[in-house]
């Protein structure tokens, strides 16, 4: 049966129904219809977009923007010339702003599965049977599907003795769209959500206590540049305890109390629990078509994103890998590919990853721990941003570009920044790495001046020891 033969059975079948509408389920849909498909996508919420667009990368970025602007407004317009008095901040104006990039995104993938041609079921989508989906929602219905995928992403994960009640003691989602600025939150992991959301509270007013149970923040990142980060983020008014494990937190009307080990008990407003995110399984009925978990409680697929049952893939955070929305993007274009030309590829040795605090942490490639693990020889270099021009200019000088090459061929095995636009950097990095260039390739590509780019170019330098500029 061609791609386009699924139709003649009735307007529910489909060559590819995708369970979620996030960036790994609506990227796979919109490209599989690129590609030929009848294409169908069910979504539970109203909005499209998934975790990442509605309660997550967004508007978290929003509220980052929004707070920094308000941060040089009370703190650093002043050195640049230019007095402000009475800096008021208006929360109510700044979460419509959230809201409204949110809603304007979501539109705008409405607009694509339009464009594209592609079905939208509103409802949860549950297997009841080979190749057939039940669709529960305002208006129930059975859909058909020669290819499933299921791309239903994560929510967050909670810790025991801090159970989540919706209010005081949250997620993410719930930090999102706090009514106030608290006067003192206690921020538990400090990941990448962690340190954005206490940043973003932080500058805005709040006291901001991070409790990490590992000896250090940003787990995963360069050691090196997960040190220095910490060190910025105490200066930038974060209170960054690591090696802290909590016991116990308690909601108590207006407040709450945290227990951590060998410290006195914690007093504050409200508790962030960002610990990590679990994979979203639960009722898709998987035991229906015999898919299977593995003991991490992710799908187990194979090298093309299939699973155990016949015509079922997976992609996103339910399978193995990093939980980034990036990540997941990557994936459901290479399904789609695979499906419809039996070719399709992800690199996961170069999914970057960003940390959007001021000064932003990236990374791309292997970190200096894991070349040592590995047991492969390196080069390094280095170069501060305090020796950048552009950096001076823009009054941010916090960090440094660090370059890892293969001691043999000089490829570049990883990149790793701390400092300005860091999350902009990393993606020159990570195209040459894709092409297999070598620190000298960096180094001999002209770099405009004066941009926070050619910290890059030095770093490469750094590696051959012929820094310019240090």
Same mark, same amino acid.
């Given at each position: 049966?061609?791609?386009?033969?699924?139709?003649?059975?009735?307007?529910?079948?489909?060559?590819?129904?995708?369970?979620?509408?996030?960036?790994?389920?609506?990227?796979?849909?919109?490209?599989?219809?690129?590609?030929?498909?009848?294409?169908?996508?069910?979504?539970?919420?109203?909005?499209?977009?998934?975790?990442?667009?509605?309660?997550?990368?967004?508007?978290?970025?929003?509220?980052?923007?929004?707070?920094?602007?308000?941060?040089?407004?009370?703190?650093?317009?002043?050195?640049?010339?230019?007095?402000?008095?009475?800096?008021?901040?208006?929360?109510?104006?700044?979460?419509?702003?959230?809201?409204?990039?949110?809603?304007?995104?979501?539109?705008?993938?409405?607009?694509?599965?339009r464009k594209h041609g592609i079905?939208?079921?509103?409802?949860?989508?549950?297997?009841?049977?080979?190749?057939?989906?039940?669709?529960?929602?305002?208006?129930?219905?059975?859909?058909?599907?020669?290819?499933?995928?299921?791309?239903?992403?994560?929510?967050?994960?909670?810790?025991?003795?801090?159970?989540?009640?919706?209010?005081?003691?949250?997620?993410?989602?719930?930090?999102?769209?706090?009514?106030?600025v608290p006067k003192h939150l206690? %921020?538990?992991? $400090?990941?990448? /959500?962690?340190?954005?959301? *206490?940043? !973003?509270?932080?500058? &805005?007013?709040?006291? @901001?206590?991070?409790?990490?149970?590992?000896?250090?923040?940003?787990?995963?990142?360069?050691?090196?540049?997960?040190?220095?980060?910490?060190?910025?983020?105490?200066?930038?008014?974060?209170?960054?305890?690591?090696?802290?494990?909590?016991?116990?937190?308690?909601?108590?009307?207006?407040?709450?109390?945290?227990?951590?080990?060998?410290?006195?008990?914690?007093?504050?407003?409200?508790?962030?629990?960002?610990?990590?995110?679990?994979?979203?399984?639960?009722?898709?009925?998987?035991?229906?078509?015999?898919?299977?978990?593995?003991?991490?409680?992710?799908?187990?697929?194979?090298?093309?994103?299939?699973?155990?049952?016949?015509?079922?893939?997976?992609?996103?955070?339910?399978?193995?890998?990093?939980?980034?929305?990036?990540?997941?993007?990557?994936?459901? %274009?290479?399904? $789609?590919?695979? /499906?419809?030309?039996?070719? *399709?590829? !992800?690199?996961?040795? &170069?999914?970057?990853? @960003?940390?959007?605090?001021?000064?932003?942490?990236?990374?791309?490639?292997?970190?200096?721990?894991?070349?040592?693990?590995?047991?492969?020889?390196?080069?390094?270099?280095?170069?501060?941003?305090?020796?950048?021009?552009?950096?001076?200019?823009?009054?941010?000088?916090?960090?440094?570009?660090?370059?890892?090459?293969?001691?043999?061929?000089?490829?570049?095995?990883?990149?790793?920044?701390?400092?300005?636009?860091?999350?902009?950097?990393?993606?020159?990095?990570?195209?040459?790495?894709?092409?297999?260039?070598?620190?000298?390739?960096?180094?001999?590509?002209?770099?405009?001046?004066?941009?926070?780019?050619?910290?890059?170019?030095?770093?490469?330098?750094?590696?051959?020891?012929?820094?310019?500029?240090?």
């Amino acid at each position: 049966m061609g791609l386009l033969g699924m139709r003649e059975n009735g307007m529910n079948e489909h060559d590819l129904v995708v369970i979620g509408a996030g960036p790994g389920g609506y990227v796979a849909a919109i490209r599989a219809a690129q590609l030929g498909m009848n294409v169908a996508c069910i979504e539970k919420e109203a909005e499209c977009g998934g975790t990442c667009l509605r309660v997550g990368c967004i508007p978290s970025k929003a509220l980052l923007e929004s707070s920094e602007r308000y941060a040089e407004a009370v703190h650093d317009l002043a050195a640049h010339g230019v007095a402000v008095s009475d800096v008021r901040l208006d929360l109510d104006t700044m979460m419509r702003r959230k809201d409204g990039i949110v809603s304007g995104l979501a539109k705008g993938i409405d607009g694509l599965f339009r464009k594209h041609g592609i079905t939208r079921y509103v409802g949860t989508g549950r297997f009841v049977g080979p190749g057939r989906v039940q669709v529960d929602g305002p208006e129930p219905v059975e859909v058909r599907g020669r290819h499933i995928l299921i791309a239903t992403g994560s929510v967050p994960a909670s810790l025991p003795d801090a159970p989540f009640d919706g209010d005081r003691i949250g997620s993410s989602t719930e930090a999102l769209r706090y009514p106030e600025v608290p006067k003192h939150l206690v %921020v538990i992991g $400090a990941g990448y /959500i962690g340190l954005e959301l *206490g940043t !973003v509270w932080a500058r &805005l007013g709040a006291r @901001v206590t991070v409790l990490e149970y590992l000896p250090r923040i940003l787990p995963g990142m360069d050691a090196e540049l997960a040190l220095a980060a910490q060190k910025v983020f105490r200066k930038r008014g974060l209170d960054i305890r690591v090696a802290s494990r909590v016991l116990g937190v308690e909601a108590n009307g207006d407040h709450c109390t945290v227990e951590v080990e060998g410290s006195n008990p914690m007093e504050c407003d409200r508790v962030l629990v960002a610990v990590g995110r679990k994979p979203y399984t639960d009722g898709l009925g998987l035991e229906a078509v015999g898919v299977e978990l593995n003991e991490k409680g992710r799908i187990r697929i194979d090298e093309h994103f299939a699973t155990m049952a016949d015509g079922v893939y997976a992609i996103g955070d339910v399978v193995d890998g990093p939980m980034l929305a990036h990540k997941a993007e990557e994936e459901g %274009v290479a399904f $789609a590919e695979q /499906i419809a030309t039996g070719a *399709g590829h !992800v690199n996961y040795g &170069l999914i970057p990853g @960003v940390c959007y605090t001021q000064p932003e942490v990236a990374s791309v490639g292997m970190t200096e721990e894991a070349l040592k693990e590995a047991d492969i020889a390196y080069r390094k270099g280095s170069f501060p941003f305090v020796a950048n021009g552009r950096a001076r200019s823009l009054g941010h000088t916090e960090g440094f570009v660090k370059v890892l090459a293969d001691a043999g061929t000089d490829r570049v095995l990883g990149v790793h920044i701390l400092g300005a636009g860091a999350g902009e950097l990393i993606a020159e990095a990570g195209a040459a790495m894709e092409f297999g260039a070598t620190s000298e390739d960096l180094a001999r590509t002209c770099h405009a001046h004066p941009t926070l780019s050619e910290a890059l170019r030095e770093a490469s330098l750094a590696v051959d020891e012929r820094t310019i500029h240090i």
